[in-house]
Nanobody, 118 residues
Framework: QVQLVESGGGLVQAGGSLRLSCAAS???????????MGWYRQAPGNQRELVAT???????NYADSVKGRFTISRDNAKNTVYLQMNSLKPEDTAVYYC?????????WGQGTQVTVSS
């Protein structure tokens, strides 16, 4: 089955930046390139919410709360999806997950913690 591993989380001050990575394994490059991917986040006490998606063709969509600050991208040669997060705010603090989108069975990563201090 597909495995997704997130990395790049950490502690950053408000206004700072982080770049998250999501590496997919047990999937061929051709198969990965045909799969849409998404980043989600879950803060304590909150439901998991969609942050950004990227289609197989590179089209992107963002939650209103992160538009203009976050950028999702993918490198199909590396089976990796990225989330560049700029101008971070304390309310961005959450565990961030990547997920395949639209498969018969979708797969989640284990998550990476992002903490933004004020």
């Amino acid at each position: 089955q597909v495995q997704l591993v997130e990395s790049g989380g950490g502690l950053v001050q408000a206004g700072g930046s982080l770049r998250l990575s999501c590496a997919a394994s047990r999937i061929s490059r051709n198969a990965f390139s045909s799969v849409a991917m998404g980043w989600y986040r879950q803060a304590p006490g909150n439901q998991r919410e969609l942050v950004a998606t990227i289609s197989s063709g590179g089209s992107t969509n963002y939650a209103d709360s992160v538009k203009g600050r976050f950028t999702i991208s993918r490198d199909n040669a590396k089976n990796t999806v990225y989330l560049q997060m700029n101008s971070l705010k304390p309310e961005d603090t959450a565990v961030y997950y990547c997920k395949t989108q639209g498969l018969v069975r979708d797969y989640w990563g284990q998550g990476t913690q992002v903490t933004v201090s004020s």
